[in-house]
């Protein structure tokens, strides 16, 4: 056990002192907030300038409408302010008063517009921008006109007022379903499923790596004249997941922050101010955990089989797939698709993780299925670790370019029995 703990510590604190650790683990929240803030600015830039261009409150508006659809020529404009829209006689009259700057746009509303749906408008800018759209004014023209020709439930019902009032039955009993309780249900799922989605993005070859570079580099030879094969592995692993933890902490904490401060100041919308429900998030994180040690588990197979950092990258290819599989059918894990794929996928070993996940996400993961899938991750976890361990005493000063099976599951090296 003390081996296993030395193992454990100099793993974790060569990890940390690497710089690449710190990069990446700084880089990637620091990028996310860079893009998110450059994509604000941008975004506000391109409103006030659209705002600028549509701002019309202190131009001289005019207008002629031969079809005698508008009944009023006030308005309110961005000001809450009434704005009166001078009336001329015929269109070419309204065009003169532009092009002779005693307006600034005019609206000309043709006979057949009923037909045509089309109006004219004309303009006289100092500054030609693609930004400037001048239809606000006739905007609220119209739609006053319309909506004073129609009822007011007419109104209400095409401007989207209506209110809906929804309640919905279990599908096995007559008990009403909440809805936001079933929101506060997959927030657990959904933060595990992404956070394991980072720390196979952002660690998923670490382990491999490493196990390879030793072999490759021979320093396994030296290392295991000092502690046992089982020791090393175990302790590879747990401090793989040690190092992933801290590094999705480091992630996760200045997110957490800024969603407080977001809810705390209103500057989040409605739908994202969610309460959460503490007991499936705990459960989630302890799947979590439980996944991504069936992940270092396997990496470490990968390692300890592969002769070069060339297979490796090979073998890891195969594992990822294996992995998210589950996400190439999602479509059966939906309540409505469950079929005899979606228990295969949530039971076989590689894929069960993100199949789990996917299943909770959907809502139609039941509490005892839960706890088995994630026995059935743990167990299997834990027998891939044996394994890695059995591969490693007989192939850790294994340099040929292909796997020597007939070494591999032959006698392994009496020194490393005990």
């Given at each position: 056990m003390s081996r296993t703990t030395e193992v454990i510590r100099f793993e974790v604190m060569r990890n940390l002192k690497k710089p690449s650790f710190w990069i990446a683990a700084v880089l990637i929240?620091?990028?996310?907030?860079?893009?998110?803030?450059?994509?604000?600015?941008?975004?506000?830039?391109?409103?006030?300038?659209?705002?600028?261009?549509?701002?019309?409150?202190?131009?001289?508006?005019?207008?002629?409408?031969?079809?005698?659809?508008?009944?009023?020529?006030k308005f309110m404009n961005a000001d809450k302010e009434e704005q009166e829209i001078t009336v001329f006689s015929n269109k070419d009259a309204g065009i003169k008063a532009v092009k002779d700057k005693k307006v600034d746009i005019f609206y000309y509303l043709p006979k057949n517009f009923a037909e045509t749906k089309k109006v004219e408008i004309y303009a006289k800018p100092a500054e030609i921008s693609l930004m400037d759209d001048y239809t606000s004014?006739?905007?609220?023209?119209?739609?006053?006109?319309?909506?004073?020709?129609?009822?007011?439930?007419?109104?209400?019902?095409?401007?989207?007022?209506?209110?809906?009032?929804?309640?919905?039955?279990?599908?096995?009993?007559?008990?009403?379903?909440?809805?936001?309780?079933?929101?506060r249900q997959i927030i657990g799922p959904a933060i595990a499923l992404a956070c394991f989605y980072i720390l196979m993005v952002v660690l998923?070859?670490?382990?491999?790596?490493?196990?390879?570079?030793?072999?490759?580099?021979?320093?396994?030879?030296?290392?295991?004249?000092?502690?046992?094969?089982?020791?090393?592995?175990?302790?590879?692993?747990?401090?793989?997941?040690i190092?992933?933890?801290?590094?999705?902490?480091?992630?996760?904490?200045?997110?957490?922050?800024l969603y407080k401060v977001g809810q705390n100041g209103n500057i989040l919308p409605e739908w994202l101010k969610l309460s959460f429900d503490l007991g499936s998030i705990a459960l989630y994180m302890l799947m979590l955990v439980a996944s991504y040690f069936l992940f270092t588990a396997m990496s470490m197979v990968v390692g300890v089989i592969s002769p070069t950092a060339k297979?490796?990258?090979?073998?890891?290819?195969?594992?990822?797939?294996?992995?998210?599989?589950?996400?190439?059918?999602?479509?059966?894990?939906?309540?409505?698709?469950?079929?005899?794929?979606?228990?295969?996928?949530?039971?076989?070993?590689?894929?069960?993780?993100?199949?789990?996940?996917?299943r909770g996400v959907f809502g139609n993961l039941p509490t005892w299925e839960f706890f088995l899938g994630l026995a059935d991750i743990v167990i299997v976890g834990?027998?891939?670790?044996?394994?890695?361990?059995?591969?490693?005493?007989?192939?850790?000063?294994?340099?040929?370019?292909?796997i020597n099976f007939k070494k591999l599951f032959g006698t392994p090296r009496k020194s490393w029995k005990k």
């Amino acid at each position: 056990m003390s081996r296993t703990t030395e193992v454990i510590r100099f793993e974790v604190m060569r990890n940390l002192k690497k710089p690449s650790f710190w990069i990446a683990a700084v880089l990637i929240p620091l990028g996310f907030a860079l893009y998110m803030g450059v994509a604000a600015l941008v975004g506000y830039n391109v409103g006030e300038t659209v705002e600028a261009g549509t701002d019309t409150t202190d131009m001289k508006l005019g207008i002629t409408d031969e079809s005698e659809y508008i009944k009023e020529t006030k308005f309110m404009n961005a000001d809450k302010e009434e704005q009166e829209i001078t009336v001329f006689s015929n269109k070419d009259a309204g065009i003169k008063a532009v092009k002779d700057k005693k307006v600034d746009i005019f609206y000309y509303l043709p006979k057949n517009f009923a037909e045509t749906k089309k109006v004219e408008i004309y303009a006289k800018p100092a500054e030609i921008s693609l930004m400037d759209d001048y239809t606000s004014p006739i905007r609220t023209l119209l739609s006053t006109t319309a909506l004073s020709n129609v009822d007011a439930l007419d109104v209400a019902v095409i401007t989207g007022m209506i209110e809906y009032d929804t309640t919905t039955f279990d599908a096995t009993d007559d008990h009403v379903v909440d809805t936001s309780e079933k929101v506060r249900q997959i927030i657990g799922p959904a933060i595990a499923l992404a956070c394991f989605y980072i720390l196979m993005v952002v660690l998923g070859n670490r382990l491999t790596a490493a196990m390879v570079e030793e072999k490759e580099n021979r320093i396994s030879e030296l290392i295991l004249t000092s502690i046992k094969p089982v020791n090393l592995i175990i302790g590879k692993i747990i401090s793989l997941m040690i190092v992933g933890i801290i590094q999705l902490i480091i992630l996760v904490i200045p997110m957490l922050i800024l969603y407080k401060v977001g809810q705390n100041g209103n500057i989040l919308p409605e739908w994202l101010k969610l309460s959460f429900d503490l007991g499936s998030i705990a459960l989630y994180m302890l799947m979590l955990v439980a996944s991504y040690f069936l992940f270092t588990a396997m990496s470490m197979v990968v390692g300890v089989i592969s002769p070069t950092a060339k297979d490796a990258n090979s073998y890891s290819s195969v594992m990822i797939i294996m992995v998210i599989l589950p996400i190439f059918f999602i479509n059966v894990f939906m309540p409505s698709g469950t079929s005899a794929l979606t228990y295969i996928l949530s039971y076989f070993p590689p894929s069960a993780p993100i199949a789990l996940m996917l299943r909770g996400v959907f809502g139609n993961l039941p509490t005892w299925e839960f706890f088995l899938g994630l026995a059935d991750i743990v167990i299997v976890g834990a027998l891939i670790t044996k394994l890695a361990t059995y591969i490693f005493c007989r192939n850790a000063i294994e340099f040929t370019p292909k796997i020597n099976f007939k070494k591999l599951f032959g006698t392994p090296r009496k020194s490393w029995k005990k």
